[in-house]
């Protein structure tokens, strides 16, 4: 059984940081990358970050050299560090298992799904 739980949600004023958790127990054998998306209200789910099992990091545009991804493999975690936030950063945040093809937009996910950590930034 494989389960993804994520932390580290809450309110921050805009320019501040957040650091967002994501712990994994179970083994994904069908998956090669892990990923952070986000969905705002009224708004489709979109990935923010990934990172490749080798290593490899890529970014959505919108968060490029706010956001980092990293993985912490002796404890199974992948995080996300966010600076300079700013409202529209405003969302649920959701990690994932999936599978990278080769570019940022062939990220597919694969059916494990966190509950999503709630992220607010006020102007």
């Known amino acids: 059984q494989v389960h993804l739980v994520e932390s580290g949600g809450g309110l921050v004023q805009a320019g501040g940081s957040l650091r967002l958790s994501c712990a994994q127990s179970?083994?994904?054998?069908?998956?090669?990358?892990m990923g952070w998306y986000r969905q705002a209200p009224g708004k489709q789910r979109e990935l923010v970050a990934m990172?490749?099992?080798?290593?490899?990091?890529k970014y959505a545009d919108f968060v490029k050299g706010r956001f980092t991804i990293s993985r912490d493999n002796a404890k199974n975690t992948v995080n996300l560090r966010m600076n300079s936030l700013k409202p529209e950063d405003t969302a649920v945040y959701y990690c994932?298992?999936?599978?990278?093809?080769?570019?940022?937009?062939?990220?597919?996910?694969?059916?494990?799904w966190g509950q999503g950590t709630q992220v607010t930034v006020s102007s």
């Open positions: 994932n298992a999936g599978k990278y093809y080769g570019s940022f937009d062939s990220y597919t996910p694969d059916d494990y």
């Open positions: 179970g083994r994904i054998f069908t998956s090669n990358a």
């Open positions: 990172i490749v099992s080798g290593g490899a990091t």
